[in-house]
């Protein structure tokens, strides 16, 4: 009995064996579908892409265009941020004595072509006055000196010479007189350029001074 069901069950599979071969075109029937893991049950997380920021970077300022600032807080709660500013330029008026060429020997105010400088030295401007300063102090001789430039101008005078010598008798032999002299030239606003006198007139110890008119 038990031979006779495994004959019956053999016969049936043959049958169904015969029958999926015909509907297959006479090959064995397709094996089923396996399908391979994928992302979302492997736990997987896929990497953004660069595209996928652009994306994101379109879709933010498409979302933002429409975006208003919002009015100042009437109630004055919100307080705006301060701006700072730098402080104003503010204009340094050029020194007279700036020039790092320049020395107490010579000077020549902004402006002043230097060539009078040599015109100086060579006497090819005629001193029309002079004053000496021998036997006065420094304050003495500045005072003099400013004294006598008013007095020249009011003459009209373009060139004078002012003698306050070479400091040969001076401690040091150093001519403090000459130098406070000098300084007192070199800030008075009518002097245009001073040099050494020409030899002839007094050389290193006086010096020819250049007026305004």
């Given amino acids: 009995m038990a031979g006779g069901d495994s004959s019956t069950s053999s016969a049936v599979d043959r049958k169904k064996w015969a029958r999926s071969r015909a509907r297959h075109g006479g090959r064995p029937a397709a094996s089923p579908e396996v399908r391979t893991p994928t992302s979302a049950n492997t736990g997987h997380v896929k990497k953004p892409t660069a595209r996928d920021d652009r994306s994101d970077a379109g879709a933010f300022e498409r979302e933002m265009a429409d975006v208003v600032r919002l009015p100042p807080d009437p109630r004055g709660r919100v307080r705006a941020t301060p701006v700072i500013s730098s402080p104003p330029h503010r204009a340094v008026p050029p020194d007279r004595g700036s020039d790092p060429g320049e020395s107490v020997e010579a ?31 420094a304050a003495e001789a500045c005072a003099a000196v400013k004294q006598f430039i008013a007095s020249s101008r009011q003459r009209h005078l373009r060139c004078v010479a002012i003698v306050h010598g070479r400091g040969l008798h001076s401690e040091g032999h150093v001519s403090i007189l000459k130098a406070r002299v ?3 030239l070199r800030a008075h606003p009518a002097v245009l350029a001073y040099a050494d006198a020409p030899r002839a007139d007094g050389g290193s110890g006086a010096v020819y001074v250049l007026l305004r008119r």
């Fill in 107 to 137: 000077f020549a105010a902004p402006g002043v072509d230097r060539r009078e400088l040599r015109k100086l030295k060579r006497g090819d401007h005629i001193a029309g006055d002079r004053r000496d300063l021998h036997g006065l102090t």
């Fill in 182 to 184: 000098r300084e007192c």
